[in-house]
């Protein structure tokens, strides 16, 4: 199941404002629920998920636009984020669907 999604952060965007001051950059946990939302959908309920492992390489600003790119591994979703201007990969994980979330 590959898949890819685009979107980007608003120059603007609140969550920066003092996330840092002078350095803004969009927050990891945000970041990792716009993932988890391109990858998993809007199902209602959302299914159970383990985050397995996240490295960020480099940090996401107001601003970036991202291309979220993932495919599925041995039962994981592996993914990447991509800052489409640089093509720099900025962040990867493993999550796996319907892990018991305790």
């Known amino acids: 199941m590959p898949g890819s999604f685009e979107t980007f952060f608003a120059a603007d965007h609140p969550t920066a404002e003092g996330h840092f001051p002078a350095n803004p950059i969009i927050p990891g946990a945000l970041v990792l629920d716009v993932i988890l939302g391109a990858i998993i959908g809007d199902e209602a309920p959302a299914p159970a998920y383990e985050l397995r492992a996240a490295k960020f390489h480099r940090?996401?600003?107001?601003?970036?636009?991202i291309r979220i790119e993932w495919r599925e591994e041995r039962g994981d979703i592996r993914f990447q984020c991509l800052l489409i201007d640089s093509d720099e990969v900025a962040l990867t994980g493993t999550i796996r669907l319907g892990a018991d979330p305790r």
């Open 59 to 65: 940090p996401i600003r107001p601003g970036n636009r």
